[in-house]
């Protein structure tokens, strides 16, 4: 499943450039996996090429997108409109894919009241008003870590059963409520891992002479590193 959105943005791109078919090959290159698992993971959806012509692409994307929901309309809240929750909240990528930003909603009186996306800010006490409405809300945690667990227990009491947390933290729910977890500085880390490895295997580069400037090419940009990921946990808290 977590493959299909990929798969579904790569036959999107194809349907752009006016691509009517495309090879197993061409699609898992596109999609960026192996043709061996791509082709295994259509299989269990029930989808299967033509020898020699590969995959209707309009047809796969009709397929995928009726898998992942997207035949329906989904509505969206965003809990937290700080710098991130903005950011969130004007994204164009949401409508293009069948999702409907539908509240704003913050607990600091300085932001409840402004208009962010077209959307007026509300208090969290209006939470269960929009989320008790017949078709229920995915709801976005864009909040400080401290605040996140309260936050979350308040969303569920609400009815909210889809969750996803850009909180650093790890949410405790109840079973029948399900959350994913965008954790940006865990992925920077993971990057700056394997930038470490791949520097350690390489032969050292000459140091840069005292008149070169600082950035230049050639200097070293490990204190860089640090200041990104503190700017990315300011952003996310």
Not at 133 to 142: K, N, R
Not at 177 to 183: A, G, H, P
Request: proline share 5%.
């Amino acid at each position: 499943m977590a493959r299909l959105p990929q798969y579904l943005r790569a036959l999107a791109a194809l349907a752009e450039a006016g691509s009517r078919t495309v090879s197993s090959e061409a699609l898992a290159e596109a999609a960026g996996v192996g043709s061996a698992k791509l082709r295994k993971d259509l299989s269990h959806l029930g989808s299967y090429g033509t020898r020699g012509v590969g995959y209707d692409v309009a047809e796969l994307h009709r397929h995928i997108a009726d898998r992942l929901g997207q035949a329906a309309s989904w509505r969206v809240v965003i809990v937290g409109v700080g710098n991130l929750g903005h950011a969130l909240a004007g994204y164009s990528g949401f409508a293009s894919r069948g999702f409907t930003v539908v509240g704003l909603f913050d607990d600091d009186p300085a932001v409840v009241g402004q208009v962010v996306g077209g959307l007026r800010v509300r208090p969290l006490g209006d939470l269960e008003q929009v989320l008790g409405e017949p078709a229920s809300a995915i709801a976005v945690l864009a909040v400080p870590a401290r605040h996140a667990q309260a936050v979350c227990d308040r969303l569920v009491a609400a009815g909210a059963r889809s969750i996803l947390n850009f909180a650093p933290t790890v949410l405790r729910v109840p079973e029948g409520v399900d959350v994913r977890k965008v954790d940006l500085a865990s992925e920077l880390q993971i990057l700056a891992f394997h930038a470490q490895r791949r520097a350690a295997a390489e032969p050292a580069a000459p140091r840069p002479s005292a008149a070169s400037p600082r950035g230049a090419a050639g200097a070293s940009a490990g204190p860089l590193l640090p200041h990104a990921l503190r700017r990315v946990e300011e952003v996310v808290q």
